[in-house]
């Protein structure tokens, strides 16, 4: 296995838009992987691709520091070219299996799932691992639809390879999630948009642990 489940137990995912005046998005990611988060996904629709590339050859230096799985979004190439851990596309995105023939067998490749059949679907494309949602709707994308814990539980019993969660995951709905058999949960506003980014990614791994 590429990725072993505890290390998509707290599962970054990177979103500018909440970084307040001041702060860069590296410092900020270094601040939450100092406290315990586990991986790490540069995701950014809007960033042309140099800046993209830059960005994403900090935050490989930095989870390499910490030791964290550093996960492109979607963007293959510079997945490729930084040396990546690896790559998530999403169902919009390009293919799991054009992925790997980019990539090789070495790259970890994450997949997109809203009920069992896409689950299976990316698990016999080839992923190595499952984001499902969105589990309580979404602050970063619009119409999307809500993935109850009943298909969630689901999608955890029908496939072989670690699910995580998605979906506007905050410390005050995490627990809603305990028994639905998820490797981890990836989280965006709940850690981005913290006042005290330690102090919240402590909170939520503690939390993510026990359910």
């Known amino acids: 296995m590429k990725i072993l489940p505890e290390q998509l137990l707290l599962y970054a995912v990177t979103d500018k838009s909440w970084l307040r005046p001041g702060e860069r998005l590296a410092e900020v990611t270094e601040e939450l992987l ?33 030791r ?8 293959v190439e510079i997945a490729k070219a930084v040396g990546a851990s690896g790559v998530h596309v999403g169902l919009s995105d390009m293919g799991i299996k054009k992925a790997r023939e980019i990539l090789g067998d070495s790259f970890v490749i994450g997949g997109s799932a809203h009920n069992v059949q896409e689950a299976l679907a990316a698990q016999e494309a080839g992923a190595d691992y499952i984001g499902c949602g969105a589990v309580f709707g979404s602050s970063t994308k619009k119409d999307v639809t809500l993935l109850s814990a009943e298909e969630l539980r689901a999608i ?35 850690l981005f948009a913290a006042g005290d980014k330690r102090a919240a990614a402590r909170e939520m791994l503690a939390l993510v642990k026990e359910l």
């Open 68 to 75: 964290v799985p550093f996960i492109v979004n979607d963007r």
């Open 34 to 66: 100092q406290a315990g988060v586990t991986c790490v996904q540069l995701r950014d629709k809007q960033a042309e691709d140099a800046l993209f590339l830059e960005e994403a050859k900090e935050l490989k230096a930095l989870c390499d520091r910490y």
């Open 156 to 190: 955890c019993g029908a496939v072989r390879i670690p699910a995580v969660a998605i979906g506007g995951i905050t410390r005050e709905n995490v627990r809603r999630l305990s028994g639905t058999g998820i490797a981890g949960t990836a989280v965006v506003s709940a």
